[in-house]
């Protein structure tokens, strides 16, 4: 059962420094987003994919943020310059967005980023 | 905007015990709406869904119905297990095709 991998799990970072986390979707799904959730409250939205191309981004996805999916298969989130806000699971979820499949998202366990 | 507001957990049952998740929403139009769970150490998992208004979503024991007049979307289970503990959220898609909008979560705790 191949679902939604997100790698690492865990990162501890010093502040300024530069992170990238992997998220590698279910075969096949066309979609890919990406979501930020702190302690205690529900993921929210950062960015989306379609194929390759990125067709919505949040405005909690400042400029220190970057997203690609190069070939339409797995994502990478860069995160520059991390400050200590940007403390948070990092969740990645896929779907197949047609008419029959009702893009039903499906999400990875999510990287747990630490910035000190 | 669009919102998704759930009732403040923990939630603590015995097992057994009838449970309700309260879950409201703010949205224009028709959203999708949804309840994710999230067990310790796991991702999001899609507990039920419903599409449009007097839809019921059910799964494992758990239902909700998609009620468009009261624009609430409420989690219930008539006989909770210590294994249904978890953290609930309920979300919303705009047009079930977009990003989904969460509430804050509700931390379910049942004892034996």
């Known amino acids: 059962d191949t679902g939604v991998s997100q790698n690492p799990r865990h990162k501890i970072t010093k502040r300024g420094q530069n992170v990238t986390f992997r998220c590698d979707p279910i075969s096949e799904h066309n979609r890919l987003y990406w979501y930020r959730q702190t302690l205690g409250q529900g993921p929210e939205f950062l960015t989306y994919f379609q194929n390759e191309a990125q067709l919505e981004k949040s405005r909690l996805l400042s400029d220190r943020f970057s997203a690609e999916r190069p070939k339409g298969s797995f994502s990478t989130l860069e995160i520059q310059r991390t400050e200590q806000g940007d403390s948070a699971m990092y969740l990645c979820?896929?779907?197949?967005?047609?008419?029959?499949?009702?893009?039903?998202?499906?999400f990875g366990a999510g990287t747990r980023l630490s910035v000190l | 905007g669009n919102s998704v507001t759930q009732m403040e957990g923990p939630v603590t049952l015995s097992e057994e015990a009838f449970l309700t998740i309260n879950c409201t929403y703010t949205a224009t139009g028709y959203p999708s709406l949804f309840w994710y769970v999230q067990y310790p150490g796991e991702g999001l998992q899609l507990l039920l869904k419903a599409t449009k208004a007097d839809d019921k979503g059910s799964n494992k024991g758990f239902e909700a119905t998609y009620r468009k007049e009261t624009t609430s979307f409420h989690l219930e289970k008539g006989s909770v297990q210590v294994s249904d503990s978890a953290v609930y959220f309920c979300a919303l898609s705009k047009t079930g095709f977009q990003k989904l909008v969460f509430g804050t979560g509700t931390r379910l705790l049942v004892s034996p």
């Open positions: 979820a896929s779907s197949l967005a047609t008419a029959l499949a009702k893009n039903i998202q499906y």
